[in-house]
C-alpha cells in the first residue's frame, strides 16, 4: 500500500498550495478493526500548554489537520505524538501552519526527518459532503483510553453511523456539521472520522457534555480551507495580502461588524492585553475589590433568577446596563483599580465574565460555584482575548472612518511585519496599524497615533 496505510488506497491525488491529498477509493469495505488498526498509525495526540487534542496526517510530508480550538487558546504546542506507530514517535518541533479564521479547523506541520503514514480523504477537492458521506453510514472515531496517563498510550475505537449530514450550530462556526451515533469524548477533537474504506469523511469539533454523540466538520471543509489558505512566500503576495486584511478589518469596524474584526486581531498581542487587564484587577479581587466582585455576581444572580420564557431579551438588556455601570469611575475606584485599567477593559472583563456566567447558570444548569469556574475559564479563552484586545484599540480608532494611505511591509525571516498608514479628514494627526504575521497570515497587533510610543 506504500505511504497510504489504511486499506482505502488512493484513486486520484490532488496538489493544494503544496499540501499533497489523496482522495481514498471505494472499491473494498473494511472491517471495523482493520480500519482502527490502520487508521491509527496516521492519528497523533496533539499536546498544548492548555490540553490535549487529535490531528492526523493528510499528507506524508508531515502536514496534519486538527480543530482550531485544540490550540488556538494555547501559547504554544508541546508535542505531536504518534502512539500507533511501533514504536510510538513524539515531535516536539511543531509549526501551526495556518488556522482557519472562521472553520474549527488547523493546519500544522512537523518535521519527521521522513514520510509519515497518512490518511486519505473522502474528498480530495469541495465537493459537498453527500458526495462522499450519506446518513446513516457505518464511521469510526479513535480515542485515547480514560485512564490513559501519557500521550504515548494506544487508541481504542468507538464505532457508530451518521445522524444527520446538516446540522447547524451558528455559535460554534458556519457552515453545516455532520451529527454522529459514536460516543465522543473530551479530547477527540481534531481527530478523524473514518468510514468504512477507512478514508477521513469529517474531523471531530463538538460534543453534548450530557449526550452520547457528537459533530463533525464535513472533510471537504478542510480542502475548502486549503484552497483559501493565502500563500504569502514573496515579498509581492505579502503586501498585497496585508493590505487586503487591513482594508477588510477598517472596513469591518465602521460597518459595525465587530465580531468579523475580532478575529483579525493578533493572537500574541490580544493575550498581552488581556493578562494586563485581568492582572490588574485580579490583585484587587481578594482584598479591596472584593465587595464589588461579590455585588456583581449577587446582581447576576438576580438576573438568572428572573430568566425564563419570553423574558430574555429584557433581561439581556439589563445585563448590558448593569455590565457598562462597571466601567463608571465610582465602580472603579470600588474595585480598587481606579484609573490604572481604563472603563472599557474594566467593561470587557465583566461582560465576558457576567455573559458566561449566566449561560452557565441558566442554560447550563451548573450551581453558582461551578459557573464561576466556567465564567473564569471563558476568560482565559482567546475569543475572550480578542474582547480585551478589541476594546483597547477602538478608542484609538475614534468614531470617525479611517483611509489606508500606505502599506509597509517589514522583512523577517520568522515573524514580518507590516505598518499601515491610516488618516482621517479631520485629524491633523494619523494613525498607524502594525501587523504581525501569525498563523499563516495578517493579524492586526496596534494602533497608535502617529508619532506616540
Known sequence: ?????????????????????VEGSTHRELDPNEVAREGAASVAVVTTDMSRGLAFVVDPAGYLITSRHVIEDSSHVESVTFPGLNPPRSYSAVKVVYIDPQRDLALLHVDAGGPLPSLSLGTDSADPVETYLKAADRVLLLARAQDAKDAEETFIAHTGSVNDLQVFNPALGDGAFVGLS????????????????????GVVTWTWRHRVGGYAIPIDEATRMLLERPQLELASQQEARATVRATKFVDAV???????AR???????????????????????????????GFFFAALEDLVAELGEGRETQQMENFREMVLRT???????????????GSELVISFFF?????????????????????????????????????????????????????????????????????????????????????MEWGDWYIAQVQTLGSD
Open 182 to 201: 459514536n460516543d465522543v469524548r473530551e479530547g477527540q477533537s481534531g481527530g478523524p472520522v473514518l468510514d468504512r474504506f477507512g478514508r477521513a469523511v
Open 1 to 21: 500500500m506504500g505511504l497510504c496505510w489504511t486499506g482505502a488506497c488512493a484513486s486520484k491525488s490532488t496538489d493544494i498550495g503544496g499540501i499533497a491529498l
Open 254 to 260: 465602521y460597518a459595525g461588524h465587530l465580531d468579523q
Open 263 to 293: 478575529r483579525m486581531l493578533s493572537p500574541t498581542y490580544a493575550r498581552g492585553i488581556r493578562s494586563q487587564t485581568m492582572d490588574a484587577i485580579t490583585a484587587q479581587v481578594a482584598g479591596r475589590g472584593s465587595e464589588a466582585v
Open 352 to 436: 465576558e465574565l457576567g455573559k458566561t456566567y449566566m449561560s452557565a447558570r441558566y442554560h447550563g444548569e451548573q450551581d453558582p460555584e461551578e459557573a464561576i469556574e466556567t465564567a473564569i475559564n471563558r476568560l482565559r479563552t482567546l475569543d475572550a482575548a480578542r474582547t480585551f484586545a478589541f476594546a483597547a484599540l477602538s478608542s484609538t480608532l475614534g468614531e470617525e472612518p479611517v483611509e489606508i494611505t500606505k502599506v509597509d511591509v517589514i522583512p523577517g525571516v520568522y515573524a514580518p511585519q507590516a505598518v499601515i498608514t491610516l488618516k482621517t479628514p479631520s485629524r491633523r494627526s494619523g494613525l498607524v496599524m502594525q501587523m504581525r
Open 327 to 341: 466601567g463608571t469611575p465610582e465602580f472603579r475606584e470600588s474595585l480598587g483599580v481606579g484609573d490604572t485599567v
